[in-house]
């Protein structure tokens, strides 16, 4: 048995949607045995499905193709997940945020921006 990737990786809860899972696979962020895949590609049995998503790549192997999606708990026992592990919250920067109705920046503040964002000359 097959199923089309799309309704596979949003099957076993990779992407929220199955629209999602089909405009990834049109803007080439999914890959099925290293070949960048189509949203009606067929997967089967010990395919392997690579997908970048949020900055990260899954890396699952097929055990059960499924088209409908399923509680979390069946849905794991569909794949086997090869991913790297997800880097650590520590190397995000946090992006400093003003607060609503904060109004215009000062021309100190605007300097202050840019120079956290990397743009300031520093001067």
């Given at each position: ?47 392997e499905v690579r ?73």
């Open positions: 048995m097959s199923v089309r990737v799309d309704a596979w990786i949003w099957a076993v809860r990779l992407v929220k949607t199955r629209s999602a899972g089909a405009a990834a696979c049109r803007a080439g962020h999914v890959r099925v045995n290293g070949v960048t895949a189509k949203p009606a590609q067929q997967v089967s049995v010990g395919d997908l970048r998503l949020d900055g990260r790549e899954r890396i699952v192997e097929v055990t059960r193709p499924i088209a409908k999606r399923v509680g979390a708990s069946v849905a794991a026992e569909c794949l086997i997940d090869r991913s790297p592990p997800p880097p650590p919250k520590e190397l995000f920067v946090a992006v400093p945020v003003r607060d609503r109705g904060a109004g215009r920046p000062t021309k100190r503040e605007r300097r202050e921006i840019d120079r956290l964002r990397g743009r300031g000359s520093g001067i």
